[in-house]
């Protein structure tokens, strides 16, 4: 395999390759990317921006000069995606299929035959973007951050795609699928030539025109343009494209079908496709769109498809490790789908998968817990308790809300509550504001935001990013919006303005009694160190005769349980297991022995005539008198 990026000049024996059909040149096609085995990986590693970019691509050709053409070509591009983000999802998938054990599984990129690296950077920043890097990767050539296949700095001549390439000139059929926006960039270098990537409606306007049989994935971003031209689905119509916006639709697509445009039904922020670990049951997911792409291209001439999981870089921008893994682990099944074809097709498929960038592994958090001390979280001691999630804050305080604000906005990294939306505000009277938080909408009040180091361990780093939007057809001007998070450490209020804006304003008394309610119901924090244990066997052997006595004694509430003077919870079910408070325990009461164990003092306090019956060691029972630490005290 490929682990995550392709291989940028090495040699490829001849007898690595098994594809059928005439020979070729593969010049134009090796500038864009290095050649693996059938069901081998390539990346497209970015041509250097020299003439040694074409000796390199000429001595492989030399090198491989009987090479044949594939047939069907799939080629899958990780946004985002490098070794940490690979190496996490393996691992991850490891323990989950191995019932917990710390072991590592195989992808199905990660068990291909051939493996490379490039090197990513582009002709302005060794940190490029998604436009310049799927430029390298779809032409061959570098240019500029932001720019989508034009030549840097002047920006005034385009780069011809291989998907273009393969379109007029083999008459192949190119699908191209994005789990973000169709008109983002990476998707966007394999069809469109722009000087800047923020052109959405241009960039969709090349949609329709490149002819390609096959577009799947988020909505346009800006599909209205001006407001003054066809939005671009009209466009894409126009140019003979079935545009399909259900999911049940999309499923009804057979083979043989007319130029597809589908846009997911379901769509998260951003209007982009949802990240895996949230799509609901049944949700297509980036497989479902490939497996439809394979159906709808399967020809006689062969067919292009670039698929793109885009979501890998926003995850990792938010800093969420678990949506990048889960992330990883569909574009995984996807690529599955299409190693499935190539069982069918073995001789006539090329399979590629690389990643455009690397957008940094997920952010380690560094944590300091000391028992009976706050928490130290990267850095900064940890104060106060949340009151509850954002929701919940909401449920206690709504009657507090209505009479302060006319929309409150709480923040939290489990649950973002909005006050007018929540059952709890429909209670006291409430009806929905017209105000967006900056959120993914869950139920009704109830709002998923990504996690990060912002305001209540959420992505968003101010008050005013928590509103994304305000509907002015609800709305009015000088309505007052309180922002806040579950601790009361964070309080904005603003002001919506007559075009849908907001402005921060100063904190009226009224707005600060939101908060101070917030405040005072929150606890300060603490860390709790909380032993588990249990007594075996032996243990229990020196207290009776029977074991099994004591134990059920125990249980029976006979004997009263304490560990090192404290009181502990006695699990129910077989044997003596429990748990206890260390800081209850008396000092340095435990130990250790090179069992390796952990040795605990176990206390069973009982009257002596309970202590016979069980068949205690009555001969050895001492008084309290005649210990000398007793006379002490």
Not at 10 to 25: P, Q, T, V, Y
Not at 72 to 100: C, E, P, W
Not at 149 to 175: F, S
Not at 456 to 462: K, M, R
Request: net charge negative; glycine share 10%; charged share 20%.
């Amino acid at each position: 395999m490929i682990k995550n990026k392709g291989l940028r000049s090495g040699r490829i024996k001849r007898e690595d390759i098994a594809m059928k059909n005439e020979k070729i040149s593969r010049r134009s096609f090796l500038k864009a990317s290095a050649v693996a085995s059938a069901l081998g990986v390539m990346a497209a590693a970015p041509a250097a921006h020299a003439a040694g970019a074409e000796e390199a691509a000429a001595q492989i050709e030399e090198e491989n000069c009987l090479l044949k053409k594939p047939k069907y070509i799939f080629l899958f591009i990780g946004d985002g995606m490098g070794t940490a983000q690979i190496q996490s999802a393996r691992f991850y998938k490891g323990i989950v299929d191995n019932n917990g054990a710390v072991t590592e599984a195989d992808l199905s990129f990660t068990s291909f035959p051939h493996v490379g690296s490039v090197t990513t950077y582009d002709s302005t920043s060794f940190c490029p973007d998604s436009a310049s890097t799927a430029t390298s990767i779809a032409t061959g050539h570098k240019t500029e951050s932001g720019v989508i296949n034009m030549c840097p700095w002047t920006r005034d001549v385009p780069y011809e795609t291989i998907a273009e390439k393969l379109h007029a000139q083999k008459g192949y059929k190119v699908g191209v699928v994005s789990t973000v926006n169709i008109d983002h960039a990476t998707p966007a270098a394999f069809y469109a030539h722009q000087n800047s990537r923020r052109n959405y409606y241009e960039i969709g306007v090349e949609l329709a025109n490149s002819g390609f049989e096959y577009f799947a994935g988020g909505e346009f971003q800006k599909v209205n343009g001006s407001g003054n031209v066809p939005n671009n689905h009209e466009v894409a119509a126009q140019a003979g494209y079935n545009v399909v916006t259900t999911q049940a639709a999309a499923a009804a697509l057979t083979a043989g079908a007319d130029k597809t445009l589908i846009i997911a039904e379901d769509l998260a922020d951003g209007k982009a496709m949802n990240y895996a670990m949230d799509a609901a049951g049944g949700e297509w997911q980036l497989t479902d769109y490939v497996k439809k792409g394979i159906e709808l291209l399967d020809n006689r001439k062969g067919f292009f498809l670039m698929t793109e999981s885009g979501k890998i870089d926003w995850a990792c921008h938010a800093n969420d490790a678990a949506a990048s893994i889960h992330d990883v682990l569909e574009m995984s099944n996807a690529v599955q789908a299409a190693v499935d074809f190539y069982n069918a097709h073995p001789n006539e498929t090329l399979i590629l998968v690389t990643a455009d960038h690397e957008t940094g592994k997920p952010k380690m958090i560094k944590i300091v817990c000391q028992q009976g001390v706050a928490p130290i979280i990267n850095g900064t001691q940890e104060t106060t308790m949340r009151i509850g999630c954002g929701s919940a804050t909401i449920g206690l305080l709504a009657d507090v809300m209505k009479e302060c604000v006319d929309e409150c906005i709480v923040i939290d990294h489990h649950v973002t509550g909005l006050f007018s939306e929540h059952l709890a505000g429909k209670e006291v009277g409430m009806t929905w504001s017209g105000v967006v938080p900056n959120a993914t909408k869950s139920t009704v009040g109830r709002y998923f935001g990504g996690h990060g180091d912002g305001i209540g361990g959420t992505v968003l780093q101010t008050p005013r990013d928590a509103i994304k939007s305000v509907d002015m057809s609800i709305a009015h001007a000088g309505m007052t919006i309180l922002v806040t998070n579950t601790t009361g450490e964070v309080g904005a209020l603003f002001e919506v303005q007559a075009d849908g804006d907001v402005k921060e304003i100063p904190m009226s008394e009224k707005a600060q009694r939101v908060v101070d309610a917030i405040k005072s119901n929150c606890q300060g924090s603490n860390t709790s160190v909380m032993y588990c244990g249990g007594t075996g066997g032996s243990a229990r052997g020196g207290v009776c005769h029977h074991p099994i006595a004591i134990t059920e004694a125990v249980h029976a509430g006979k004997a009263h349980l304490t560990i090192g003077g404290a009181p502990a919870y006695v699990y129910p079910g077989g044997g003596i297991n429990f748990i206890v408070d260390t800081a209850k325990v008396v000092n340095h009461a435990f130990t250790w022995v090179p069992t390796p164990a952990t040795v605990a003092p176990v206390e069973y306090t009982m009257t002596k005539e309970d202590y016979e019956k069980i068949g205690g060691h009555m001969n050895h029972i001492k008084n309290v008198e005649d210990f000398p630490e007793y006379q002490k005290h």
